[in-house]
C-alpha cells in the first residue's frame, strides 16, 4: 500500500476522509474510526464535529502548525479537535486548552494526562489577564477560537495582542446566531472580519455550511 | 522542555482542584433534582398509562373509578384478582367507601377477559415500579423543598420550592439568579416563545415558570400578566438578600404581592367601549314610475380626476427616466429593472442578494480564490468576488436614439433586414420625433 496523501503537515486523506497519525496508538478520544496503514495508524477526523475539521474539507490549504509548535486553543470544551492538533504537533509541542466550563473540562483533564502536550487552563477567554502566569514566557504560533459568546471577536483580539506571536496566525470560527438572532449570516461575518482588520490581515474566509450552520471560520494573520 | 513538562502537571493539578471546588455548593444537588424531577413526572405518567392500558384488558371498570395513578397502581399491585377486589380493602387504599362499594360490585360481573396467572403477575410489577416512581417523585419534591429554603429562604418564600428551584436550575447557580434582573426572572421558562418575538414580531410572552405560581394562576387572565411583572420584582429582591446575607424575611414582600393581587382583582377591567353606529333608515324607493322617466342623479366626478396629471404621479413609480417612446407598462422599461423604485419580491436588497449569489454562493468563492485578495483586490466592495453586475441591453436598436433604428432607415422592409424603398422616411425621422415631442 503507498501511503496516505499529505494534504498539509501532520493531516492526511485517506479514500476521502481527513485524518491524522495517532500519537497514542490504539486509543480513540471521541468514538472515531482508526485506520492501520503500513504500520501507522490514523485517527480519522470528523468535520461534522470539528470546526477545524470542517474549514480544512471546505478548502483551507494551510494550518501553518507543524512538529513541535505552540498553540493556543479558547473554548477547549472536550478536546475533539485539540486531540486532532496535538497528533499534528507531535510530544514536542504544546497545546494550551481553554474553557470555562467545569463540566466539559472534567473529560478534557482525563484527555491531558494521557497526551503529553495538552495543558488544561480552566478559565475565562474573555479575560486573557486572568491566566496570564500560568501561560507565563510562552508566546503562541497559532491561535484558535471556538467559543459561541456574543463578543468573539474582541475576545480573539484580546488573546491575540497577549498570546499570540507577530505574523502568527490566526483561525476564528464565528457562530453568527449567537452575535445576533435577526441579522443575516454574512452581514454578521462581514461586521466580525472588520473588526479583526486593524490588527490582522484576513487570508480567507470559508463557509462552513453543510457541517455547521450559520457558522463561518476566519482565517488570518497578525500584522 | 522539562519546563513544559512540570508546568502541564501543575496545571493539571489546578484544573482539578478547580472543578472540585465548582460542585461543592449546595445548589448543584438541588438543580440535579429539580431537572430529575420533570424528567420523573414525565416516565411515570408514561408507566401509568400504559398500567391503566394493559390491566382494562381485565378489569376495564376500575379505570373509571380510580381516577389517581398512584391509588390505580396500588389497588393493581396490592389486590390483582378481581375476586380480591373486597369492599373493605378497597377502601383502604382510596379512603371512599360509596367509590369501593362501586368497585366492588363491579368487580363481580366485569366485562373484562380472563387472563393466566403468569401475565397478572407481569402486570402487578409494573403496577410496583409505578407506585415506587411516585413515591420517589414525592421524597424528591420534599428535599427539594427542604433544602430550597435552607439555601435561598427569601426566595423560595416568594416563589414556592418548586418554580423557585426550576428558575434556580436555568440561571445556574446562586450568584447568577442574584445578579439577574427582574425581567429576565420573569421570562425564564419561555425562551422559545420570546425568541420567535425577537426574531419574527410576534407578541411577546408575558410569563415563564412563574405562570405556574399560585398568585399567578387564579388571576383573571387580564392581570395575569401584571402580577407575573411585580412578582418577578420581588424575586429580583429576594435572590439578591439571599445571596447578599441580608436576614429580614421576605413577609413584608409577600403581603405585598397579596395586596397587588386583590387591588388588580378589585379595579374593574376596562370595557372597551363599542362606538354605536345610528340604524340606517332607507326610504323606499318608488317604483312606480318607470327607470327612464326617473329623475337621474347627477353625476359627480369622482376624487383624483380632476387633475389627471397630479394622480398619475402620486400613484405610479416616478417616470423620469421613461423616454417618450416608450410605452408605459412595458415590461421592458429600465424603471421596474431598477431595484430602487419596485417593492416586494424584487426589492432591492433581494435583488442584491440574488445577483451576488447568497451567502452559500460568496462564501465559496473565496474559499476558491484566496490569493484574489492579496493581489489588490478591495476587500469591501460590491463586486469583490468578480460577479459584475449584469448591466441592461436592449433586445435591438439603439434606444436612446431611436432615429437611427434600423427600421427608420431608407429601404427598410420588415422581416427582410433591409431598409426598405420609402424615400426620405428616413431623412425626415428625426424632425418627426422632436415635433411629436
Known sequence: MPDPKQIMEGVFEINGHIATQNLLPGKKVYGEDLVQLNGKEYRSWNPNRSKVGAAIKKGLKELHIGKGSTLLYLGAAEGTTISH????????????????????????????????????????????????????????????????QKNQAEIFLKNARAYLKPQGYGFLSVKARSIDSKESASKIVETEEKKLLKEFEILNVINLEPFEKEHAMIYCRRK | ????????????????????????????????????????????????????????????????????????????????????????????????????????????????????????????????????????????????????????????????????????????????????????????????????????????????????????????????????????????????KDYFGNKTSANEMKQELKERSEALEKAKPKEKVREQIPEQKFERKNYETPSWKRERPQRVERRGFENFSERDTRSRPQMGERKPWQKFGD????????PDHSTGRNSGDRMAERSSGGFRKRFDDRADFPRKRDAGVSAYGANKFGDKKKEFTPRSGNRDEPWKQNKFKPGYKPGSGKPHGKPGFGKFAKKKFDKKR
Not at chain 2, 430550597?148 to 423557585?164: H, R, Y
Not at chain 2, 428551584?165 to 447568577?176: D, F, H, V, Y
Not at chain 2, 415590461?331 to 431598477?338: L, T
Request: proline share 3%; glycine share 6%; hydrophobic share 35%.
Open chain 1, 85 to 148: 492538533l496535538s497528533d499534528i504537533v507531535k510530544e514536542d509541542g504544546a497545546i494550551f486548552g481553554v474553557d470555562i466550563s467545569a463540566r466539559s473540562m472534567r473529560k478534557f483533564v482525563y484527555l491531558c494526562e494521557q497526551r503529553p502536550n495538552l495543558i488544561p487552563i480552566l478559565g475565562d477567554a474573555n479575560q486573557p489577564m486572568s491566566y496570564k502566569e500560568q501561560i507565563s514566557g510562552f508566546h503562541a504560533d497559532a491561535l484558535f477560537q471556538d467559543v459561541s
Open chain 2, 1 to 240: 522542555m522539562n519546563k513544559i513538562e512540570e508546568l502541564r502537571k501543575k496545571l493539571i493539578q489546578s484544573a482539578k482542584h478547580k472543578i472540585q471546588e465548582k460542585y461543592e455548593g449546595k445548589e448543584t444537588h438541588i438543580i440535579k433534582a429539580v431537572n430529575l424531577l420533570e424528567d420523573l413526572d414525565m416516565s411515570s405518567n408514561l408507566l401509568a398509562e400504559q398500567l391503566r392500558e394493559w390491566y382494562s384488558t381485565y378489569f376495564p371498570e376500575l379505570n373509571e373509578f380510580v381516577q389517581d395513578d398512584s391509588k390505580y397502581a396500588e389497588l393493581v399491585h396490592t389486590l390483582g384478582e378481581r375476586k380480591s377486589f373486597h369492599e373493605k380493602d378497597v377502601n383502604k387504599i382510596i379512603g371512599d367507601s360509596d367509590n369501593a362499594k362501586n368497585i366492588s360490585a363491579k368487580s363481580r360481573n366485569s366485562m373484562g377477559s380472563n387472563i393466566a396467572e403468569e401475565d397478572l403477575a407481569e402486570i402487578k410489577t409494573l403496577a410496583l415500579n409505578c407506585s415506587n416512581l411516585k413515591k420517589e417523585r414525592e421524597y424528591l419534591a420534599e428535599y427539594v423543598e427542604k433544602n430550597m429554603s435552607k439555601e435561598l429562604p427569601n426566595f423560595t418564600e416568594i416563589a414556592g420550592p418548586i418554580i423557585g428551584a426550576k428558575i434556580l436550575a436555568k440561571a445556574g447557580s446562586k450568584k447568577r439568579l442574584a445578579f439577574m434582573p427582574a425581567s429576565t426572572i420573569q421570562l425564564i421558562g419561555a425562551e422559545k416563545a420570546l425568541f420567535m418575538h425577537i426574531k419574527s414580531g410576534v407578541k411577546g410572552p408575558k410569563y415563564g415558570y412563574l405562570f405556574q405560581h399560585p398568585l399567578v394562576k387564579t388571576a383573571s387572565r387580564d392581570n395575569k400578566g401584571k402580577l407575573a411583572r411585580s412578582i418577578a420584582g420581588k424575586l429580583a429582591i429576594a435572590a439578591k
Open chain 2, 331 to 338: 415590461k421592458k422599461d429600465d424603471f421596474r429593472r431598477d
